[in-house]
């Protein structure tokens, strides 16, 4: 999480994904993000670069356990779907307001989602 680093880590209990989701969708669609997907250290690659937000949609477990986030065009909108996700964190700025998203599977790979 060096991108992130500075800012406060606020920890997403698993039992309030479904609804952070939404509300989090809600408060943030057409917003610019960036995703990077980090396997290690080394290997990180940009899934997207400066795109909007459309949603940020979570399947509980007894559905798939699953978080899908859309970007770019509204109406056919790219997906990057993180399956069997471990953790949720919000990372904050010194004003409160979400800068990044990191959703780490149960691999360990840290999906970041980095806002503008």
């Known amino acids: 999480m060096n991108k992130l680093s500075g800012?406060?880590?606020?920890?997403?209990?698993t039992?309030?994904?479904?609804?952070?989701?939404?509300?989090?969708?809600?408060?943030?669609?057409?917003?610019?993000?960036?995703?990077?997907?980090?396997?290690?250290e080394?290997?990180?690659?940009?899934l997207a670069n400066d795109l909007p937000l459309v949603a940020?949609?979570?399947?509980?477990?007894d559905k798939g356990n699953i978080f899908t986030i859309s970007y770019d065009k509204k109406e056919s909108p790219e997906?990057?779907?993180?399956?069997?996700?471990?953790k949720l964190v919000e990372m904050q700025d010194d004003?409160?307001?979400?800068?990044g998203v990191v959703i780490e599977d149960e691999g360990g790979v840290e999906n970041i989602i980095l806002f503008r």
Do not use: C, Q
């Open 56 to 61: 940020i949609d979570y399947d509980p477990a």
């Open 7 to 13: 800012n406060e880590e606020k920890l997403i209990p």
């Open 79 to 86: 997906r990057h779907t993180i399956e069997r996700p471990s």
């Open 95 to 99: 004003k409160g307001i979400v800068v």
């Open 42 to 46: 080394m290997d990180i690659n940009t």
């Open 15 to 40: 039992e309030r994904w479904e609804e952070w989701s939404t509300m989090f969708t809600n408060g943030n669609r057409g917003r610019s993000l960036s995703i990077d997907i980090k396997k290690s």
